[in-house]
Nanobody, 124 residues
Framework: QVQLVESGGGLVQAGGSLRLSCAASGRTFSNYTMGWFRQAPGREREFVAGINWSTNRTYYAEHMRGRFTISRGNAKNTEYLQMNGLQPDDTALYYC?????????????????WGQGTQVTVSS
């Protein structure tokens, strides 16, 4: 089992930035994918960005590209999501997830372990 803990959420004004962090502990895999999803009230959980740990390959939901950047940290099993130009529509609970599979994974069913989420609220 992998434990994931997110941090870095908060309240920010429109146009502002936040950097989310996710620390993984417990069982890890030799190669895996970590990702970020978000869920706004009354909406489905949606994919934001993903990174393959061994290749450092990143990929994004199309409407996140250019504003959000996913990256690995120097510390093992840590990932970040840098979010710039935030808008009220970005308000959601942001989740970190890990999958033992690799590739372009964007569906919640493809990820095995989830964090509790960190709230991001963007005011207009």
């Amino acid at each position: 089992q992998v434990q994931l803990v997110e941090s870095g959420g908060g309240l920010v004004q429109a146009g502002g930035s936040l950097r989310l962090s996710c620390a993984a502990s417990g069982r890890t895999f030799s190669n895996y994918t970590m990702g970020w999803f978000r869920q706004a009230p009354g909406r489905e959980r949606e994919f934001v960005a993903g990174i393959n740990w061994s290749t450092n390959r990143t990929y994004y939901a199309e409407h996140m590209r250019g504003r959000f950047t996913i990256s690995r940290g120097n510390a093992k099993n840590t990932e970040y999501l840098q979010m710039n130009g935030l808008q009220p529509d970005d308000t959601a609970l942001y989740y970190c997830a890990v999958s033992k599979y690799t590739g372009i994974l964007t569906m919640t069913s493809e990820f095995d372990n989830w964090g509790q989420g960190t709230q991001v609220t963007v005011s207009s």
